[in-house]
């Protein structure tokens, strides 16, 4: 079974310009999620999408950023402008059913915003 | 307040030694407890989940143990390899609030030869 595919791997903006990530997941899985993960802190959930309907996007700061999952299958976040606060590790996730099942990382997008 | 608090948050280790991280949480109703390890610059991986019923769960040479009475949660790893350094993170889901995961911040192992 593949697993959670995303791109790009690493990414340098400045401040104030915008970005976009994106998420291939596992196949026929309906739950997907982003989450930012700042270092030396655990993973904070930012959107929850169950196939293609938000689920949970009360951490999403949604004056700058915004999500979108197309068809119930591959997703993307954009922010948009950026700020340094911004730098983070940015983590798609997957799973088969609602939020308490299983979840599959993909390896994440790190930000570096300067 | 529904939180997750791991200890210690690093340690080192020789290779070849055992260890346990702790994991205490507030968070209720309680749905699961699951540990992930997370190696440097990769997602988190997922090593054992438990619900409410289960005090014990093995995957290879780490072994998970969970006292909901307590609300307490353990991460014991055998015979540590170099392999084993990574964060390790203790996650509990919330059976309510739209079965939300409390995350801790880890607690960063190293294992030197």
């Known amino acids: 079974e593949a697993g959670v595919a995303q791109s790009p791997r690493y990414k340098i903006i400045e401040k104030r310009q915008s970005v976009a990530f994106w998420c291939n997941p596992i196949?026929?899985?309906?739950?997907l999620y982003w989450y930012q993960q700042i270092l030396g802190q655990g993973p904070k959930l930012l959107i929850q999408f169950q196939n293609n309907g938000v689920v949970d996007d009360s951490q999403l700061p949604k004056d700058r950023f915004s999500a979108e999952r197309l068809k119930g299958v591959d997703s993307t976040l954009k922010i948009q402008p950026a700020k340094l606060e911004d730098s983070a590790v940015y983590l798609c996730?997957?799973?088969?059913?609602?939020?308490?099942?299983?979840?599959?990382f993909g390896p994440g997008t790190r930000l570096t915003v300067t | 307040k529904n939180q997750v608090e791991q200890s210690p948050q690093s340690l080192i280790i020789l290779e070849g030694k055992n260890c346990t991280l702790q994991?205490?949480?507030?968070?209720?109703?309680?749905?699961?407890l699951r540990w992930y390890k997370q190696d440097t610059g990769r997602g988190p991986v997922s090593l054992t989940i438990m619900t409410f019923s289960e005090n014990t769960k093995s995957n290879g040479r780490y072994t998970a143990t969970l006292d909901a009475d307590t609300k307490q949660s353990s991460l014991h790893i055998t015979a540590s390899q170099l392999s084993d350094s990574a964060s390790y993170i203790c996650?509990?889901?919330?059976?309510?609030?739209?079965?939300?995961?409390?995350w801790g911040l880890g607690t960063s192992l190293a294992v030197n030869p």
């Open positions: 196949s026929g899985h309906a739950t």
């Open positions: 996650v509990v889901g919330n059976a309510g609030n739209n079965r939300k995961l409390i």
């Open positions: 994991c205490n949480y507030t968070v209720s109703p309680f749905s699961n």
């Open positions: 996730a997957n799973g088969k059913g609602t939020g308490s099942g299983e979840q599959y």
